[in-house]
């Protein structure tokens, strides 16, 4: 781990007020995104608590959206009575058939809105502090030399277990158990990363226009790996954002996102991924069974090589 890096691109405690960002901006526009996938409880409030940063004459936030990935409750009628502009995944790029995945929401924002730099929050979030966005922001807008900043957090484990710290420091178990260890083993300076899968993080569109986006779980991980590899270690950034409570998911959903991250990770190395799926065993009437879940491996393009395809026209 470079101690250069964690001392001149980690802010322990942001120091940017909102009236100093919006005076950064100088002309800059700045998107709001928040991935969502059946948040009906919790993406009201996320938006509610976002929506003050975009009011008034000269917002820090030009536009808040919500990018549906194929909700079937009400996170879309939620979202939209909150404040934000809803968009389907199959709103924009029409002509590319959706695939299941946050990455491929993600992906799509770039298209669906028009901001110069881009934050992307969590749509899960309990209790979120608005000043995860101007936090995310700042070293965007008032630093040089930035193109991606990681938020990173206290993650409380909300189990039902008697050890009052794990309760209190227990989340972000995929983190530690296989993202850390992964960039540990494949490119070490990201290990200086607090959160690498966190999903509170901002970038400039320039940047993330030219990067492929895995379309699963291991969106994150790509973009962070692919910023270094493009841009070097000072391109990324990294904000104190105090504490993060989400839903925390069950061990089977959270070992079919490290199998994505892992695929992720390896697709941008030397190393061999058999591309076999991942098997997970169940209970069913006091037997255990296996359990396959396939691994679709899907990354789509560099947004900025669509847009120049489609400019182009159909080749005759």
């Not at 936090?135 to 965007?140: C, D, E, I």
């Not at 959270?254 to 591309?275: E, F, K, N, V, W």
């Not at 799926?277 to 879940?293: A, C, M, N, S």
């Amino acid at each position: 781990m470079s101690d250069d890096w964690f001392s001149r691109r980690t802010w322990q405690r942001p120091p940017w007020t909102v009236d100093e960002l919006v005076a950064a901006k100088a002309g800059r526009r700045v998107s709001v995104v928040l991935p969502a996938l059946d948040e009906e409880a919790t993406v009201g409030g996320v938006v509610t608590a976002i929506a003050p940063l975009a009011q008034g004459p000269d917002p820090l936030v030009d536009e808040l959206v919500v990018m549906d990935s194929g909700s079937t409750d009400r996170t879309a009628a939620v979202a939209a009575a909150a404040g934000a502009r809803v968009v389907a995944r199959t709103d924009v790029l029409g002509d590319l058939t959706p695939v299941a995945g946050k990455g491929e929401v993600l992906w799509r924002s770039l298209a669906a809105t028009t901001g110069d730099v881009l934050c992307f929050i969590d749509s899960d979030l309990v209790d979120v502090d608005p000043a995860f966005v101007p936090a995310l922001l700042g070293p965007l807008l008032a630093e040089d030399g930035v193109g991606l900043v990681k938020g990173f957090y206290r993650r409380p484990l909300r189990l039902e277990v008697g050890d009052a710290q794990a309760l209190d420091h227990g989340g972000g178990r995929v983190t530690e158990l296989v993202a850390r260890p992964l960039l540990a083993a494949l490119r070490p300076p990201l290990t200086a990363v607090v959160q690498p899968l966190g999903g509170e993080y901002a970038a400039t569109r320039d940047l993330l226009e030219t990067l492929p986006f895995a379309t699963d779980y291991g969106v994150e991980i790509g973009l962070l790996i692919d910023t270094l590899d493009a841009q070097g270690m000072d391109a990324i950034a990294q904000v104190n954002l105090g504490v993060r409570k989400h839903r925390n998911r069950s061990l089977l959903q959270l070992g079919a996102m490290a199998r994505q991250i892992t695929a992720t990770a390896l697709r941008r190395s030397a190393a061999h991924d058999s591309g076999a799926p991942l098997v997970q065993f169940v209970q069913v009437d006091g037997e255990w069974v296996p359990q396959p879940r396939e691994i679709t491996g899907i990354e789509r393009p560099p947004m900025r090589e669509v847009r120049d395809a489609a400019r182009r026209g159909p080749v005759v």
